[in-house]
């Protein structure tokens, strides 16, 4: 007979959900303490006292698994195979503004704050989440209200409006278009929604790119996460992963519907979570929330040429 506690469906904003990590110990990355320390200035004995206190900020914003499990710090676009490509093509123009870069459903906006680290100026950096608190907190979190100088909004990116109202003059304006765990959040109709509004943001020139990661899953297809009932009922959704393949075929379908076959070099590496791994391991964040076999991670790339 299940327990009394497994039959009783806990408050998403429960900190006894097993996606509200009780500790630290091993899910901070060298990398992203590091930003913390050098970035934002944080003494090494203070960081792990203000994660754990951001956290709880966030966590009471919107209770999501990767703010419960800290990952919401994790660094994954320095690991991209077109990270170097990344950096060139951001390097700053002597006589136009940009090149701009934009990370859509950024959450705490932590690539960002990344690349600035790295030399991109910030203030040709953007950002955009549905959630406006995460952008907000995002200033406490890199300690960087006065140093941070780009541009964080705060859209649904499915928004009728979108183009008139918050990102409005996006049109053809990034070179760069970044997506972290984002896509795998919607349906296949969704996803191609969602490309076509990201090639609309594209720069039309050669050389433009739309780049990400996300949990993908062997053959592409459905997948829900392991916790029934984890989303709202309203938002109760069918997540479709991919692995190259099915990544290349929607991305042939989004070529079509938005006149533009022929234009792109798509490239993509789907890795297959290891039996036993846990999550995290090489780069696979999320996927330890998803069920059902042949789940890994996918990065992709989308170059105009
Ligand atoms: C799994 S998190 C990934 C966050 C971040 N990119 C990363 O890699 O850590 C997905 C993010 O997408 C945002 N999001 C979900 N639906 C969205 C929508 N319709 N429009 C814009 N952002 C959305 C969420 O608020 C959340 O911050």
């Not at 690539?111 to 030399?119: D, I, P, Q, V, Y």
């Not at 020139?205 to 592409?220: A, D, I, N, Q, T």
């Not at 996460?225 to 109760?236: H, I, Q, R, S, T």
Request: proline share 5%; net charge neutral.
């Amino acid at each position: 007979m299940a327990s009394l506690t497994s039959s009783l469906k806990l408050d998403r904003y429960s900190k006894q959900n097993p996606w509200y990590y009780q500790n630290l110990t091993n899910h901070l990355a060298p990398d992203s303490r590091k930003l913390l320390e050098e970035y934002s200035n944080i003494l090494p004995k203070d960081v792990e006292s203000h994660v754990y206190k951001l956290r709880d900020t966030l966590w009471s914003q919107a209770p999501y698994p990767c703010i419960g499990e800290f990952k919401f710090l994790t660094l994954n676009l320095r690991k991209h195979p077109k990270y170097t490509h990344l950096l060139s093509l951001m390097q700053p123009s002597a006589s136009q503004p940009g090149p701009f870069l934009l990370d859509l459903g950024c959450c705490v906006a932590q690539e960002l704050r990344s690349l600035a680290h790295a030399g991109i100026p910030s203030s040709n950096l953007y950002g955009s989440d549905l959630n406006p608190k995460y952008l907000t907190t995002s200033y406490d979190l890199f300690n960087d209200a006065s140093t941070f100088t780009g541009t964080l909004v705060p859209a649904n990116i499915f928004s009728p409006t979108l183009f008139e109202d918050k990102f409005k003059g996006w049109q053809e304006k990034f070179k760069v278009i970044h997506a972290g765990l984002f896509l795998h959040l919607f349906d296949r109709e969704q996803q191609l929604e969602v490309c076509a509004r990201i090639l609309k943001m594209l720069e039309v020139g050669k050389g433009s790119m739309f780049l990400g990661e996300m949990v993908g899953c062997r053959g592409g297809g459905e997948r829900g996460p392991k916790a029934k009932g984890f989303w709202k009922k309203k938002e109760e959704r069918r997540q479709f992963l991919h692995d190259e393949e099915s990544f290349a075929a929607m991305w042939e379908d989004v070529a079509e519907a938005t006149g533009t076959k022929g234009c792109w070099k798509v490239e993509s590496q789907f890795r297959e979570r290891a039996k036993g791994a846990g999550d995290g391991d090489g780069g696979s964040k999320g996927c330890a929330f998803f069920t059902g076999v042949g789940i890994g991670w996918i990065t992709f790339s989308c170059e105009r040429v």
